[in-house]
């Protein structure tokens, strides 16, 4: 039964020979060391050699030599970064996030790696949440579409495949709508907006293969994820058809005793894997107390088997029964395939695609042909920082990041245009304030060190004031810290630091032909810099090509078509804010904060910039809404289609937008909701009829009933450019 049990817990490294952990805490957990022989999994210990040499050390001991499997957290990339998936959602480009997750995947595979704790397909409204980073942003359907591409990329074809690595979708579920935007906090919401809001992405990469599903920290209406069966076995086995591992969150088995659902670890065991989880992270829980649950007949010996059989299972569905070093070959290549030109350039295009202009007063894309005085400024913390990756970049080497300032010199050498332009690049101010201090996400302490470091704020600001005087234009490179945004990392108010606001003043004071490049890992709020900037170009964290990558686009060598896939917030007090809210018995009427509507006194309801919203350098126009037929339902679904025309002078992208809006149904619903997106290119003049097929399926609801049901009723057809929808719309009955 031990070695079962082992099958049954993911430990750190430190058990283990040649992990190069083995030293450090002593683990309070008193885990049978029969257990730990035979232990299913460890996580976070990665490179070909060294995974090899543990796996080796392992098989010597394990009596049926049944491999270890190796997990990480491979977010947005291995060595080359990837921009953060909450930006690779902005780019509507699931073939280009597949193939993002194709590169991951290889180069996790080449450092011996099987599993990566990814795609994350949280819904989020609360940009205060630190993780919100990580997700892909505040629709379902959108959310759906990411974690499919995101799985299929990571697992290919099959997992028996060379540089493919198991996707393990997390959180199941619902973690981002934990309260107040606080990680680990309770998620309280109705089960109608948990199955039509929060619940259809998970769904998605179920039904796309993904190899586990992770269990949240959060409980759900009370009851703990990892012991909620309801979740995970009516829901996620039955209802869904998922068979693969269900493994808990760090901790999260144990912390059942916290949440107070379990006053032993007795009791979070029994809970536990009577919810149906296989694999316990890191706690001590199964380990310790299974066996004698077990044979004190507190539980059943087909639980330990059936999850015994799960693990073993995804062991063999990645070949590592037969061949316990899989990937040997791309493990030769590990050096060469890190960081490699194709994967970088998988990695730029991505971060081209993410950048999300959100305001151009004609600024951009710079014109060296006007510049008087032949001058660039780059001013700000983010101009030299390397640093463009997340918290979440375990791997990341900052020597293989290229900067702000590298990519425009870059750019500049490789086009004539700039001859002759000078780039003045100045840090104007720290990230942080004087005083201000992070706790990292490797517990360091990080704080605004130029005091220490003997550097004069005054001289660094005047400097770049100076800089921005002498420029044509003055692009500032600001944004929260990289510890800023990621787990453990929510804020409760989303501004730039003071130092970078009054870098923003003094700068433009003297110069009106201000651009802002804004680095974070979230909607942030900057209600001067949206007034008074010129231009404002979300970059997100780009990843090791994010400059390169921004430089094409500031100089327009690239046409920006990122589209926002979470709201901007005008104020922390307008949290949450997101586009598919229901009407309310008084809508707010748009922009306006009239008395007995559902706004504020102080503010409007409106987002500072709405999901589907962005830029290009182009513009695009769009024809009426048109149907193939006044009336759909089960059988025959409905085509809607409008025409686009890029009506500017620049070729480019566009993501045309599909929003429904069921009139009235027997439950409240939604004003309107994203149904479908295509993102073309068009070049000057050309049109293109864009159509979306909308089945009945897609228009169902959750009824007074609490089921997903059809109901007659009237629909609106919107397709436009952003969540906004403001043209005129088709309607058609369904019967
Ligand atoms: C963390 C995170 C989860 C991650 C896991 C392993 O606490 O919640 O997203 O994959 O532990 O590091």
């Known amino acids: 039964m031990r070695e079962k049990i082992g099958q ?31 232990a299913a999994s460890i996580l976070n210990v990665v490179g070909a050699g060294r995974l090899k040499e543990v796996q080796e050390k392992y098989l010597e001991e394990n009596a049926h030599k049944i491999p270890l499997l190796f997990m990480a957290d491979v977010i947005h990339g291995y060595r080359t970064i990837l921009p953060i998936p909450l930006a690779q959602s902005c780019s509507f480009d699931p073939e280009l996030v597949k193939e993002g997750a194709a590169v991951a995947a290889r180069e996790s595979a080449a450092a011996g790696l099987h599993v990566t704790f990814s795609p994350m397909a949280d819904l989020v409204r609360d940009p205060r949440w630190g993780r919100c980073m990580e997700s892909t942003g505040e629709d379902a359907y959108l959310n759906g579409q990411m974690a499919r591409a995101a799985v299929e990329g990571y697992q290919g074809a099959s997992l028996l495949d060379e540089g493919t690595i198991a996707a393990c979708l997390k959180h199941f579920a619902a973690y981002g709508g934990a309260e107040g935007g606080r990680d680990y906090n309770s998620v309280d919401i109705s089960e109608l907006t948990l199955r039509e809001q929060y619940l259809p992405a ?28 309801w979740l995970n076995e009516d829901i996620l086995r039955k209802q869904w058809g998922f068979d693969g591992v269900l493994i808990s969150d760090y901790g999260a088995i144990h912390e059942l005793m916290m949440h107070g659902v379990a006053a032993s670890k007795e009791e979070a065991g029994k809970l536990a894997i009577e919810a149906g989880v296989d694999l316990d992270m890191v706690s001590p829980v199964y380990g310790e107390v299974l066996e004698k649950l077990v044979l004190d007949g507190e539980v059943p010996m087909e639980l330990v088997d059936r999850s015994a059989r799960r693990v073993l299972e995804l062991k063999n569905r990645l070949g590592l029964l037969d061949a316990p070093f899989r990937s040997e070959k791309l493990m030769e290549q590990e050096a060469e395939l890190m960081h490699c030109e194709a994967h970088r350039a998988s990695a730029r295009k991505l971060a081209e695609e993410s950048l999300v202009l959100l305001k151009n007063e004609g600024i951009l894309p710079l014109r060296p042909e006007t510049m008087k005085k032949n001058t660039i400024a780059l001013i700000g913390p983010y101009a030299r920082s390397r640093e463009l990756y ?6 990341a080497r900052n020597e293989e990041v290229t900067t702000i300032e590298e990519g425009l010199q870059n750019a500049m050498k490789d086009s004539p ?34 005091n220490e470091r003997g550097i004069d704020a005054e001289e660094k600001l005047t400097a770049a004031v100076r800089a921005a005087k002498e420029a044509d234009v003055a692009i500032l490179a600001l944004g929260e810290h990289i510890q800023h945004s990621g787990e453990g990392a929510c804020r409760s108010q ?12 003094a700068v433009k004071a003297v110069n009106p032909n201000t651009v802002v490049v804004l680095f974070s890992g979230r909607p942030l709020i900057f209600p001067r810099i949206s007034a008074e900037a010129g231009a404002i170009l979300q970059a997100w964290r780009p990843g090791t090509e994010g400059g390169d990558a921004v430089a094409a686009v500031l100089t327009g060598q690239v046409n920006p078509s990122g589209r926002l896939s979470m709201s901007f917030p005008k104020a922390e007090g307008q949290i949450p804010v997101y586009y598919n809210h229901l009407r309310t018995g008084r809508p707010a009427v748009n922009g ?61 992208y566009e993501v045309v937008q599909c929003y429904v809006q069921d009139v009235a149904g027997t439950t409240a619903r939604p004003v309107r909701e994203l149904k479908g997106f295509q993102k073309i290119w068009l070049e000057p003049g050309e049109e293109k009829e864009v159509s979306f097929t909308i089945t009945e399926a897609q228009t169902r609801i959750i009824t007074r009933s609490g089921s997903c049901e059809t109901e007659p009723g009237t629909f609106r057809i919107f397709i436009g450019k952003d969540s906004r929808a403001e043209g005129a719309y088709a309607e058609v009955e369904k019967r």
């Open 592 to 652: 306006t904060s009239a008395r007995f509507t559902s706004t504020y006194r102080d503010l409007d309801g409106e987002a500072a910039y709405p999901f589907g919203y962005g830029l290009s350098y182009t513009s695009f126009a769009y024809g009426p809404v048109k149907t193939d037929k006044k009336i759909y339902g089960l059988e025959e679904p409905m085509t809607a289609s409008a025409t686009v025309t890029n009506t500017g002078e620049r070729a480019g």
């Open 417 to 450: 245009e700039y001859a002759g332009i000078r780039l003045l690049v100045e840090e104007g101010c720290p990230i942080l304030d004087e005083g201000e201090e992070i706790v990292s996400f490797r517990q360091q302490l990080i704080t605004n060190d130029w």
């Open 8 to 38: 049954m817990i993911q430990l750190t490294g430190f058990f283990f020979a040649g992990s190069g952990e083995e030293t450090g805490p002593a683990h309070e957990m008193e885990i049978p060391k029969e257990v730990v022989k035979n």
């Open 202 to 229: 998970y769904e998605e990469a179920v039904k796309a293969g993904t190899a586990l599903v992770m269990t949240s920290f959060n409980t759900i209406n009370g009851i703990p994820a990892s012991a909620n069966r």
């Open 390 to 395: 997340s918290a979440w970049s375990l791997f």
């Open 494 to 505: 989303l501004r730039l630091s003071k130092a970078q606001r009054e870098l923003f003043k």
